[in-house]
């Protein structure tokens, strides 16, 4: 398999080291004024710290992706640390660092994903010949969790579209369900009944072949490390994080709408569709606002920003949803 | 403090009074969790979702150090330790001092520019509600926990002070519903403080009997 080797970030993108180690300094600053702070002070140190904020030095094997502009965010990038060190993947435990740390003896290669249901081709295929890696894109999404928390990612991947249809998917292909892998020796979290193991998720058809639905392989031009859903997971940037299921093992077309692991555990709470909506709260918090996590770390102002319909790609993914109530399907 | 009585001099701690010595090292003891969560912020070093852990930490203590007060009374009856009352107050006031950070972090920090949401949330969300009513009981008791509004307010005072049994209850009940429901993992450290509450509570129930049975003896007596 050729990789390219150059990471897809643009130099330019990256903060000199000299200028990223500043910003402790700079939060030194904001403690030592904090008796005095205005609202208006934490403001400007907010756009002073995402200007100096850049990822701590990415880690693991390079992977390419040719850079999506049309379908990428400007917006400041979560740090990679972040990005890779706060994120829930219940396979690997509750808490937000549980993921990295309990990680760690997890095997993602050899990788086959087995493809089932109503398509004219079926069958288990070997992760490598899923995808061409000279194909691959990087797309930067916003990701809005369900907790009212949100990054800004920058994932390597292709269509969802691309995969599901080579497969050929026939007329009562009306969903797409998806499991992630069941092994509970290299998955500490699946030793408890958090959820009803195995993790799954589904998408009606039609929101599953749009093209902003996407399959990530990597992160910040790296292979995806274990704890953000190594080595395949989707990534749906207008739905709450949870349906963005990881290291998927199966996908399979079905008539029937699928059963969804948060979905059944709490239905009042996490509904099919999960399209992220200020306007429908959780029934524990409101949706409204988020606080989003990218660029500083570091500080504790000005954090929180408006939630928007669809997390913003409602220009996108809104007909998807045309004269279906989103207060009753959320 | 403003409780010393006019009358009497301010009488220096004699040197076998252990609890009026060692006052200022439970003092300093309650500022450590101030102290550590300062030093964090100053070194950058409460993680991805520093706004967050302001949050946890500064809830934590308050419902800690509410339950340290909560557990004077049974240690003085089941230990004997009599003279721990002394401390009562100030971890008492120590959790009002740490729930007062808790809800500044959450309206000035965390909703930030969009703090008008708190009115929203207070009327909407169970845990928010019980929470912001937890700290609205405080405000009396931190306000009459001085000598002077002792004797001024009498037995009313005790009675007041039972608010706390409430308060505790809502605090811990905060904690709980805050975390995803059917989370058996995430409950487990709300039902904990839930536990020591419960226990906290069901270690004064014989000790009441006796009280009132002490109590009726005189009238027996006649």
Not at chain 1, 185 to 207: H, T
Not at chain 2, 195 to 204: D, H, N, S, W
Request: aromatic share 12%.
């Amino acid at each position: 398999m050729t990789r390219h080797r150059i990471p897809p970030i643009a130099p330019s993108e990256i903060t000199p080291e000299a200028l990223y180690r500043r910003r402790r300094e700079f939060l030194r600053t904001l403690a030592l004024g904090l008796p005095l702070l205005a609202v208006g002070c934490g403001r400007e140190g907010e756009a002073e710290a995402r200007a100096e904020a850049a990822p701590a030095v990415p880690t693991g094997t390079p992977l390419a992706g040719t850079r999506n502009a049309s379908l990428s965010t400007d917006e400041p990038l979560t740090a990679w640390s972040d990005v890779t060190g706060y994120n829930n993947f219940y396979e690997f435990g509750t808490g937000k660092d549980d993921p990295a740390k309990n990680s760690r003896h997890f095997h993602p290669k050899p990788w086959s994903v087995e493809i089932a249901g109503h398509a004219e081709v079926t069958g288990r295929y070997a992760l490598e010949d899923l995808y061409q890696p000279t194909a691959l894109e990087e797309r930067i999404y916003r990701h809005r969790c369900v907790e009212a928390w949100s990054m800004v990612i920058p994932w390597v991947g292709f269509p969802l579209a691309d995969l599901l249809k080579r497969f050929k998917p026939t007329a009562q292909a009306k969903y797409v369900a998806f499991t992630t892998l069941r092994r509970p020796g290299e998955m500490p979290g699946q030793n408890y009944a958090v959820l009803d193991w195995p993790y799954r998720e589904g998408l009606r058809i039609d929101e599953a072949m749009h093209p902003l639905a996407f399959l990530a392989v990597g992160v910040y031009g790296r292979e995806l490390p274990n704890q953000n859903g190594a080595p395949l997971r989707l990534v749906l940037p207008w739905k709450y994080g949870f349906k963005s299921i990881k290291s998927i093992v199966r996908i399979e077309f079905t008539e029937q709408q699928p059963r969804t692991a948060w979905n059944q555990a709490a239905p009042e709470e996490y509904g099919f569709y999960s399209n992220v909506n200020p306007d429908v709260d959780h029934p524990r918090w409101s949706q409204a606002t988020e606080r989003r996590i990218a660029g500083n770390g570091f500080g504790l102002f000005g954090n929180r920003i408006r939630t928007r319909p669809f997390n913003g790609y409602a220009e996108q993914v809104a007909s998807l949803y045309s004269g279906m109530d989103l207060r009753k399907n959320f | 403090m403003a409780h010393s009585a006019p009358a009497q001099q301010p009488r220096p701690a004699p040197r076998h009074d252990l609890v009026a010595r060692s006052k200022p090292l439970v003092f300093a003891l309650c500022l450590l969790p101030l102290v550590w969560l300062t030093w964090d912020v100053w070194q950058g070093t409460l993680g991805p979702d520093p706004v967050a852990q302001l949050e946890h930490r500064t809830g934590d203590w308050a419902l800690r150090l509410l339950l340290a007060s909560l557990a004077i009374t049974p240690l003085r009856r089941l230990g004997g330790w009599h003279k721990l009352v002394r401390y009562r107050r100030m971890l008492g006031l120590f959790a009002f001092f740490y729930a007062c950070l808790h809800l500044t972090t959450y309206l000035v920090v965390d909703l930030g520019g969009f703090w008008t949401q708190i009115f929203a949330e207070i009327v909407k969300r169970p845990y928010i509600t019980v929470g912001f009513a937890a700290w609205l009981l405080l405000i009396p008791l931190a306000a009459t926990s001085t000598h002077a509004m002792m004797r001024r307010l009498g037995r009313h005072w005790q009675r007041l002070h039972r608010l706390v049994y409430l308060i505790a209850l809502l605090a811990a009940l905060h904690f709980l519903w805050l975390v995803k429901s059917g989370q058996k993992i995430a409950v487990r450290e709300p039902l904990v403080y839930l536990a020591i509450y419960a226990g906290l509570m069901l270690a004064r129930v014989p000790w009441r009997r006796q009280a009132a049975r002490t109590a009726r003896r005189p009238a027996a007596m006649q």
